[in-house]
Every structure is written in structure tokens, then in C-alpha cells.
């Protein structure tokens, strides 16, 4: 649908009262097994050629379908070497759906929580702890663990009771193991990030954190995820930018003037309008 109409379909041309070229509109005529839809789309063709189609999801499913149609994949990995396998995961699965590595970005989201020393970085963590109200904490763990009110706060993690969306419930799990966590401690631990990476120090440290992953085919960028706003993203938009630009890992100036551009993806190609092209091409080489 989103390739209706060319870029240069609408001529507008008041004079001739012409207002778009028919050679230049493509009707899909979708016929599937659950809809069917003819089309075309009611609106010009954006700039960024198709909406930048950003997609969440670790199952086995969800990599195929990030590999296949994903320009941005909102990642979560709580260390290096989940994150490392989870990038080679999916970009190893895109050849055979002809895309090149780089035309898919993952993104991991990152809570970042910067101080001018770590001192202040943890103190702040503290405060924002302090606030986490039970009922809260324990309605983010029974998103993806199910219901663990019976069960005693500062008691161990039990095995799921209703376990959903089995990939994130896995990396929450996966926490509660490393650290031997109570069900107080996990929820606190997961609150705030909903089981993302949390880094807590000073600009250069998450900097530091940032780059390591980057560098290590781990995150071609980061979502991040702000503690409270503004401020918390204000934090990282003045301290931790600056130290990365310092770095040349963070641009200075918008390269482009699309999301799609930013992200460094090429604009989406128009298939339909290079099938037509060539038929236009076949039609005339045959007269």
C-alpha cells in the first residue's frame, strides 16, 4: 500500500487541471486469506519512501520476522554476550531473504542514569528505588511471570505461574538467577528498565558501556529509556552526548531530514514503480 503512488505521481497542475500522472498510480489488489484490499492508499508517498517499521521480539519468530521486514529491532539483553548472540542471530538470517546486514538496525534499550561523580549516579538510583510501591513492582513481573502476589516478597523467584511473552519473562528470570534475587530485589531491579540494561555512573562510564557494545557487534544504536522525564532524559541529553560526540561516536549536526535518513537507512526502494518501469520498457523495445 505504501507504494500507491511514485514520488513525483502528483503534479498539481492547476493550469491543465491535472492532478496526479495514472501512469504513476499502482493499485494492489491484495487478495489474502484473512483480508483483501484493493487499494491504492489515500495519501502521497512519504519522503522516507515507507514508514521506518520498527519491530520487539527474541522468540525464534520474531528474529525471523525482524530478519525478513524489520528496519529497527528493539532489543533487550542484559549482558554482552546475550546481546552478541541475539545481533548474530538475527543478522545471520537476513541473506536469504536478500537484505544486507546494515539495512536492519538493533537497538537495545538502555537505562541510563548519569551523576557528574558515581557517588551521585547511585544516590539518584537510590531515590528512584525508594519510590517503587509494591503493588507496582510486582505488576511488572506478573506482565511476564504471572501473578506472584501469594507469594512472600523477600522470599526466592518461583518458577513462573503463568508465564507470557517467553523471551523477555526469560531475560527476567535470567536476572533473578544471577544475583539469587527475592521477588522484592528482582522487581526493583526490573522496574524501571522492564528488564533492560541499567547503567548507573558517571557520563564516561555509560559512555564507556555504550561503546563497548557498539564495538563489539553487540547494538548498531540504543533506545533509551529515561528513569522520569524530562529529567532523565535532559541527564543524558547533556551529559552523556557530550562525552560521546567527544568520542565521534555521536553525530553534531541531522545528516538528514527523515527518521530514516538519521538511522542511516537507505530510503525504502519502490518496487512496484521499477516493475512498471521495466514493463513500460519491455512494451516499447517490443513496438
Same mark, same amino acid.
Given at each position: 500500500?505504501?507504494?500507491?503512488?511514485?514520488?513525483?505521481?502528483?503534479?498539481?497542475?492547476?493550469?491543465?487541471?491535472?492532478?496526479?500522472?495514472?501512469?504513476?498510480?499502482? $493499485?494492489?489488489?491484495?487478495?489474502?486469506?484473512?483480508?483483501?484490499?484493493?487499494?491504492?492508499?489515500?495519501?502521497?508517498?512519504?519522503?522516507?519512501?515507507?514508514?521506518?517499521?520498527?519491530?520487539?521480539?527474541?522468540?525464534?519468530?520474531?528474529?525471523?520476522?525482524?530478519?525478513?521486514?524489520?528496519?529497527?529491532?528493539?532489543?533487550?539483553?542484559?549482558?554482552?554476550?546475550?546481546?552478541?548472540?541475539?545481533?548474530?542471530?538475527?543478522?545471520?538470517?537476513?541473506?536469504?531473504?536478500?537484505?544486507?546486514?546494515?539495512?536492519?538496525?538493533?537497538?537495545?534499550?538502555?537505562?541510563?542514569?548519569?551523576?557528574?561523580?558515581?557517588?551521585?549516579?547511585?544516590?539518584?538510583?537510590?531515590? *528512584?528505588?525508594?519510590? $517503587?510501591?509494591?503493588?507496582?513492582?510486582?505488576?511488572?513481573?506478573?506482565?511476564?511471570?504471572?501473578?506472584?502476589?501469594?507469594?512472600?516478597?523477600?522470599?526466592?523467584?518461583?518458577?513462573?505461574?503463568?508465564?507470557?511473552?517467553?523471551?523477555?519473562?526469560?531475560?527476567?528470570?535470567?536476572?533473578?538467577?544471577?544475583?539469587?534475587?527475592?521477588?522484592?530485589?528482582?522487581?526493583?531491579? $526490573?522496574?524501571?528498565?522492564?528488564?533492560?540494561?541499567?547503567?548507573?555512573?558517571?557520563?564516561?562510564?555509560?559512555?564507556?558501556?555504550?561503546?563497548?557494545?557498539?564495538?563489539?557487534?553487540?547494538?548498531?544504536?540504543?533506545?533509551?529509556?529515561?528513569?522520569?522525564?524530562?529529567?532523565?532524559?535532559?541527564?543524558? $541529553?547533556?551529559?552523556?552526548?557530550?562525552?560521546?560526540?567527544?568520542?565521534?561516536?555521536?553525530?553534531?549536526?541531522?545528516?538528514?531530514?527523515? *527518521?530514516?535518513?538519521?538511522?542511516?537507512?537507505?530510503?525504502?526502494?519502490?518496487?512496484?514503480?521499477?516493475?512498471?518501469?521495466?514493463?513500460?520498457?519491455?512494451?516499447?523495445?517490443?513496438?
Amino acid at each position: 500500500m505504501w507504494e500507491s503512488w511514485e514520488d513525483d505521481a502528483f503534479l498539481r497542475d492547476k493550469a491543465s487541471g491535472v492532478n496526479y500522472d495514472p501512469a504513476k498510480l499502482h $493499485v494492489l489488489n491484495h487478495k489474502g486469506v484473512h483480508f483483501q484490499v484493493r487499494g491504492p492508499l489515500n495519501v502521497a508517498r512519504t519522503p522516507q519512501g515507507a514508514p521506518v517499521i520498527v519491530q520487539a521480539g527474541a522468540s525464534e519468530q520474531g528474529r525471523e520476522l525482524a530478519a525478513a521486514t524489520a528496519d529497527v529491532v528493539y532489543a533487550a539483553a542484559q549482558t554482552l554476550a546475550d546481546a552478541q548472540a541475539y545481533y548474530a542471530s538475527v543478522k545471520g538470517r537476513m541473506a536469504k531473504y536478500g537484505r544486507e546486514r546494515d539495512e536492519l538496525k538493533i537497538m537495545p534499550g538502555l537505562m541510563a542514569i548519569p551523576g557528574r561523580t558515581r557517588q551521585e549516579a547511585h544516590d539518584r538510583y537510590e531515590v *528512584l528505588q525508594e519510590l $517503587v510501591q509494591p503493588v507496582v513492582g510486582l505488576g511488572a513481573l506478573a506482565n511476564y511471570l504471572g501473578d506472584l502476589s501469594d507469594y512472600p516478597l523477600d522470599g526466592p523467584v518461583p518458577a513462573p505461574v503463568n508465564r507470557r511473552m517467553h523471551s523477555r519473562a526469560q531475560i527476567f528470570l535470567d536476572i533473578a538467577a544471577r544475583g539469587n534475587l527475592t521477588i522484592r530485589q528482582l522487581y526493583l531491579s $526490573v522496574a524501571g528498565g522492564n528488564g533492560h540494561r541499567t547503567v548507573i555512573g558517571t557520563p564516561a562510564d555509560i559512555a564507556d558501556a555504550m561503546e563497548e557494545w557498539f564495538h563489539a557487534e553487540a547494538a548498531d544504536g540504543f533506545n533509551i529509556l529515561p528513569p522520569w522525564l524530562p529529567g532523565g532524559l535532559e541527564d543524558v $541529553v547533556e551529559m552523556v552526548v557530550p562525552e560521546l560526540q567527544r568520542r565521534g561516536l555521536y553525530r553534531t549536526a541531522y545528516e538528514a531530514t527523515t *527518521l530514516r535518513g538519521n538511522l542511516g537507512l537507505a530510503p525504502a526502494s519502490h518496487r512496484r514503480a521499477a516493475m512498471a518501469a521495466a514493463l513500460r520498457g519491455t512494451a516499447q523495445v517490443a513496438e
